[in-house]
């Protein structure tokens, strides 16, 4: 199919025939642009980015226009990887930025097991051009790789328009882009379905109904810490230090844990990070399965990190 996209208006801010001839593009189609599969996509890629670099205190606001430095890239390949590459914190000119996109795609090519430059679907002047289906298809890639469990929006697809220029002329057809999978077989999808993290759920409810499971998780906490004469008034700040935590897993895995392997008394956020880890790996040596969760979530008071890991030991005990 031959057409023109220069014909629409909104292509042509988009496509500059002179920055990529001899090359072929794509391009997202702007009926595509305003699909609320591609916008929830693109949202649960900057609230992944956001809640993995939340130690960093970056956030990012626009994957279009905060990733083409490679500030945001670098520190998800130290964060995800611990990958610490020789070059510059803050990139400022073009050739310094280049430069930074080449030594961390070529590691994070090499990370994600790309080694054939056919198959990938991005590259150092695509990312730095603020493409944004290049971007995607790196975030996403990223994902699956370094965090497989984080449950991106299935069967997320684009049109888009491949745009060949020559000297001849400008070819262009029509494609679909598929940038998200959908689930293989109707058992896989259920299984996806029900593999949907009940508190992020949860939180996406009214307010009153988020509080009427926090004050079961709550009931349920003092229950298990009356024995040792403790009580817990505030679920989302009181786990924060890990201490609570701790004592907690104590009662309910009967464990015993000795007080020189944590701080019972934290004075600074170190402490309480040692504190947080520690309660997570036992509840992980317990064979609690717990979605993905930063101890530092915890210990920066996330809501939705401390229910997580109440919600499970809620859960396995509740009914015993």
């Not at 023109?4 to 997202?28: H, W, Y």
């Not at 109904?209 to 079961?216: P, Q």
């Amino acid at each position: 199919m031959d057409a023109d996209p220069f014909d629409n208006p909104m292509c042509k801010n988009t496509v500059d025939a002179e920055s990529f001839q001899g090359e072929k593009r794509k391009l997202i189609q702007p009926t595509s642009l305003k699909d609320p599969k591609l916008e929830n996509l693109k949202e649960a890629l900057v609230d992944w980015i956001n809640r993995t670099l939340k130690p960093e205190h970056i956030v990012v606001q626009s994957l279009e226009e905060d990733m083409y430095d490679g500030l945001v890239l670098h520190h998800l390949l130290s964060r995800l990887a611990g990958v610490h590459l020789p070059v510059d914190e803050i990139a400022l000119t073009t050739s310094a930025q280049i430069q930074k996109l080449e030594v961390i795609l070529e590691e994070l090519n090499k990370r994600l097991g790309l080694q054939d430059s056919s198959v990938i679907k991005w590259n150092v002047k695509l990312i730095h051009n603020k493409d944004l289906l290049a971007t995607i298809h790196l975030l996403v890639a990223m994902v699956k790789h370094f965090q497989a469990e984080l449950n991106l929006p299935l069967n997320v697809k684009v049109e888009v328009v491949v745009v060949e220029v020559s000297r001849s002329g400008i070819k262009s057809e029509v494609q679909t882009e598929v940038l998200t999978e959908d689930s293989n077989a109707g058992s896989d999808s259920t299984a996806n379905s029900e593999k949907e993290d009940p508190i992020e759920q949860l939180l996406k409810l009214e307010a009153h109904k988020v509080n009427t499971v926090k004050k079961a998780i709550l009931h349920f906490v003092n229950q298990s810490m009356s024995t040792i004469g403790l009580q817990v008034a505030d679920v989302d700040k009181q786990f924060a230090d890990g201490v609570m935590l701790l004592l907690l897993i104590g009662q309910l895995e009967g464990f015993f844990i000795p007080l020189f392997d944590f701080n019972l008394t934290p004075v600074n956020e170190s402490e309480m990070l040692h504190n947080v880890t520690l309660a997570l790996e036992l509840l992980n040596d317990a064979g609690l399965k717990l979605p993905s969760i930063d101890p530092q979530d915890i210990v920066s008071q996330d809501v939705a990190a401390t229910l997580k890991v109440l919600y499970a030991l809620f859960k396995k005990h509740s009914g015993k």
